[in-house]
């Protein structure tokens, strides 16, 4: 099996689809030349032609209203938005139509359709090229919502997502991009959406993370276990929505703790839901109070981003809080 | 880009207005070859679309149609437009398209079914001024004006790339030119030739805003320059003028030659919504003005001057048609509604776990609804 | 003290406010001559004349962005989005620039402009005249955002986000608009922001809600204490972000129960910060699980509207499931 | 709008290209008459912005810049343009103007201040590639292209509602003009003819994609006909023309006559950013095409042979402000940089109750970093 870092695994991916279905073509700015501004989409264009890996003129609004409207017709279409930091532009059209279309003409019509883009912090990218959104996809009813944190599962996970029928936002942690490298079939696989995967077992709490956060969490859990011999349990949500409720709460029936990682703003970022979600329907699951650890509520600054990303003190901080309790 | 020496754009047919017939139904040029059919055709969908939309605002007054948006005084350019398309063609109207829907094959009964959220409603009671058929090719239309338009663009490029010989036309107002939509559909429209029709109703007015306050371009169509499709503006209240420049537009795109923007000139002659009070913004004497070019009664004259209606034609249809729908009326508005469970389907392929279980807590809440005696709706 | 009904008290606020500060402009479509298509504006272009009250292009994102360098410049704009579910196109505008020119200038530029808008169900709008998007921009952080249920405090609150030296995000209940009235000051005054208002005093839950709910929470109220003779406490947030979260501890000290009751949709709806943050930061008051009572993870409906939203069953029913936990 | 029998508009000026000098520095029509020290501080402006740029671009590459958008080849389109406001005028750039930057008075420390953000970053650490102060009446960029449109829209509106004698100006690349924010930005200005001067850099490419396929229009300009704002397209490497039109410009914006659009046309001969490589998509030939045809060298040439410059006074100049930057640059690298806690900083005019909780958890964090050994950063 080769070895293959996310970049590449996602290349193979779209590579794949494409052979395997006609119907499935690539749009944005720059995905064709270019190959995308981090790769993810090279050399397609050579053996796909321009008919099916389309450079788009600048407008985020145009490629997905244009993708929604080749989704209607039986396209496949896979939109990339350059940095999902300028994803906002076409909002309208995502939440309007790409979530809702289905529903407004009562199952008639149907947008399978991939938005993929680089998300996440850790690049020194500043305000706009850093951000975490998915809160604004998850709250959003009609949308399913996937990160990878390895480059298997991105692999899986976008050929899910391609053969989805329902519309998928595709977040890729660039961070990771080319950071993590491991054994990727050269074959087709999926991976289901709306199923998580256990990262690192133990028994006395329970992260939920997902993306680059996967990695810091891990690192905390690490630090944890040396100082305390605190056990601790990785979860990576892989789908952010629909997530996946029957693994963390089998995992808190062990460890009666939680604690939610990631980067995007604390106030209303998933791990708002996550922790509600708990409080509502496994309360008595709970020892204590749960821990959230999250970007700030800020907008992604351009200095200091490790500190203000959730990083290996923050996170073992928040694994104290709930094991002394 | 290159130095361009020589300005190779004529704004001629984007600045100027073409037209068949004046507004007394007389030629004012040479008239387009158009087999009687097809004419008594035309006049028979507008007539049609003038009924309906009537009892649409019926029943909207009577509680039974959430809204409506009025087509009276529109129909020629919906009716015009649409039958330029094949049946194997996509449209992706707008919500003021009633006549469109009638050419497209959509029955009074659909229509209605949708418009009263029956137990037939195709779209299962979704969005209201909003219609549509899978059946039909007809995209059910967004309520955010212009979303639509990057659709038709997409739909066209998909069929392109499929090599299917479909072109798809797309309605939108005057004020949705303003919506950045618009812009990129236009753009991408013109960058990648795709074989799309823009039909702009420019009825004047959105809502309270005067097109002169919409923008400060001379036309509409002349907003075409600005992403190298050609614009041609017509006069929307003439059904023979914008049938044939949609016919050309079609073949055109067709052809694989990209996309038209026609600016078809009208005038919304009644409230822009059922829950719109027109007095608040503009003249009574403005309205009566445009109810002398309004497009039926022109278009009879015409007919009626060829021949083609003889003495009583038109009232015979008018009736036929009245009476057909009134029936339909009567028949839909006996319908059962939709069952409640409606309003938890169709949001994704199969149901997520979280909808699974507001399905159960939907069901729960209308038995203590019922316990507890009391009505919600 | 003259009663008035929420357009009224709006329309006076905005008034006011217009006659104190020369720098209030208000611009948005049909909001001058028309008055706007609920009468909030009515009025105003007559005593303010066309360069204060502005009726502009259809574009959302052109009214915002428009306003947002209105703002830089030195003015106190209101700009009107007919219908908060046409807000989208400006969401670019709204999430990059509205929330992040005070950050990104390091403070030095800032934008105290009023977005307002008519918002949520009720009145048979259908799919996109009835949404409740608060979660969006309660998530973004740089934004205030507001929500009033009575007229008094419409007024109130109306003042004191146009006089906020922060950009607000002012949503108005529409269902209720014109159906409950109040004595209103015919003067001057203003409602603090990030403050609840206690509607109704009560022992054994906590209901925390905002808008038109409100009056679907104090129904519930009614049926759970002639039912059951439960004391029920109701909390109108009135402010969303930043929400008053000592007014929710100093309730749960009493009461012990949660019950959040909200028309946004559950997933990440505004509720799952609330209880979240419960859940993090003060566990130790709650007896059981918390509820909520939310729109359905739907697009808002057409048909049924009175189902989907939280209704006196509903929320009865969550009432029992904490008190009977 | 009206039945318009007579075309009224002109496209001239938004074809054909405007300039004052060719490309090896001679006149090709009349002068404009400009005192020799502007035509000095001209050519001054533009050598200096071109060193800093190559400063910035070292920055990046030693680590010390995060980012930076190389201004090689455009300087004259930004210096030219800037040249023609006053001070009390108002700038909305993009991230690519850094002589706009010096010509409104910003000095070469305060911009490595920002882009190294030092302690001294005017802008507190904010987004790289973006410049501002309130100081120069400049309103720091956003990164998500074309935002700032509408706010120059706002801000001019805001000044003719105030009475101000304030005009503003944008700059905004080529593909920039895709955007929803450029349709509704020309579109406002138009209806409400704000004093507001769009300067569009067209530089041909959009990263990798070429101008043609970002708008089948046949130039930029052009597209102000679809929003009644006058186009005028000029040779963007031509700082006459430049300066000469955005006076005019400036002057009609002044004198309460709205909004202009002026497309230079011009060429970026460095990479997108510092992370680009624009081999994968263009041509080395067409960048060598272009180099002759840069502004600096070109202007140079036409102050030589207008004996305004006299021989060794180029190199006098760009010697000086070598070193003078050198020096700037030296003492910028060595200031302190911002404290952490400027993250939390101006999300509010005062800190919301989660960012004082915030805080404490930052301060807590960074302790236990140091106690644990780790260096994040
Ligand atoms: C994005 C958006 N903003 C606002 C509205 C509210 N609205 C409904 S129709 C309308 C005017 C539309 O004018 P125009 O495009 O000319 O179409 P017409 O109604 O005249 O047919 C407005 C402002 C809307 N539906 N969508
Ligand atoms: C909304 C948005 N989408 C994408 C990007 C990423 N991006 C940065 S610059 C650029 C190209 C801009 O081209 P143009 O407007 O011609 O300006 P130039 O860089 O040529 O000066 C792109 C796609 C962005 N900054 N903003
Ligand atoms: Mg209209
Ligand atoms: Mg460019």
Redesign the pocket.
Known sequence: MPVMNMVQALNQALREEMRRDKRVVVLGEDVGRRGGVFLVTEGLIDEFGEDRVIDTPLSEMGIIGVAIGMALYGLRPVAEIQFIDFVYEAF?QIVSNMAKIRYRSGGMYSVPMVLRSPCCGGIRGGMHHSQSPESYFIHTAGLITVMPSTPYDAKGLLKASIRSEDPVVFLEPKSIYRTIKEDVPDRDYTVPLGRARLVREGDDVTVVTWGAMVYQALEAAKLAEEKHGWSIEVLDLRTLFPFDKDAIVESLEKTERLVIVHEAPKTLGPGAEIGAYIAENHIELLRGPIARVAGFDTPFPLVHEKLYMPNIARIYMALRKVMEY | MEVLEEPPISLDKALKMYRVIDEDGNPVGPEPSIPDKLLIDMYTYMVRARILDSWLLKLQRMGRVALH?PNKGQEAASVGATLALEGRDWLFP???ELGALLVRGMSEEEILDRALTTIDDPLKGSDFAIYGHRKYNIVPAP?????QLPHAVGAALAAKIMGDDIVTMTF??????S?GDFHAALNFAGVFKAPVVFVN???Q???SVPVKR?TAAPTIAVKGVAYGVPGIRVDGNDVLAVYTTALEAVDRARRGEGPTLIEAVTY?LGP??TADDPDRYRSRSEVEEWERREPIRRFRLYLEKKGILGPGDAEEIYRTWESRIEETVVKVLDKPPLPPEVILEDVYSKPTWNLVEQMRELEESIKLLKELGVEVE
């Open positions: 309208d | 948006a707008s919500y003021r309520v955010p004006v212009a979303n939108f107002g005057d004020g949705s030119t919506r109703q420019n009825n007015w959105a809502i919409q919304r822009h919504t």
